[in-house]
């Protein structure tokens, strides 16, 4: 599998709109760092263009969550059963890189387990060295990455922070859109 894939979208201005209105008004990003889950039942009443993206493709949302970035989000992977997660550019990406590594299945399996800032066991791989795979600057387009990948979020020389960046994932993974 891909480690990401861009999604076109002609209406991602309006569905970045849609988002920051629901951020500006449900978290304080001043005082977020990392991920902040929301209720994604907010898209329903306040975000008609970011549910026509995901009802085009089929999709059925089971988590909406914020990466709100003032620094470098180190390399990890995430927890199973998630693989196929979909991010969407929101605002102050411009002066960041998305970031991939490769890895072996005899390293992943050698990773002792740890707990994540979320409460989730997973792998801890942050005594490896890994080789870059594949990157984005500065991401402006909708993605699916394959979050069983490592990767991580550098911090380069943004104009304006935070970094936001929706994620989501869904009970039916589009898994076929990183083959």
Known sequence: MKPYAELDCE???DIQQELLEII?????????EGWVFLNPKKLIDRASHVLRFFVERKLLIQD????VLTKTMSMHIDTLPMVAKINIPVANTQGWTNQWYDITQQQLDSCEKKIDPL????EDISGLELPALAQIEGQDKII???SRIPHSV???????LPRLVASFTFRNQ???LLQ
């Open 144 to 146: 699916v990455f394959n």
């Open 64 to 67: 909406f969550s914020v990466t």
């Open 154 to 160: 550098i911090k380069n020389k943004p104009k304006k």
């Open 24 to 32: 500006n008004t449900s978290i304080p990003t001043n005082d977020s």
């Open 174 to 176: 589009p898994v076929e």
């Open 11 to 13: 209406y991602i201005a």
């Open 119 to 122: 409460g989730f066991e997973v």
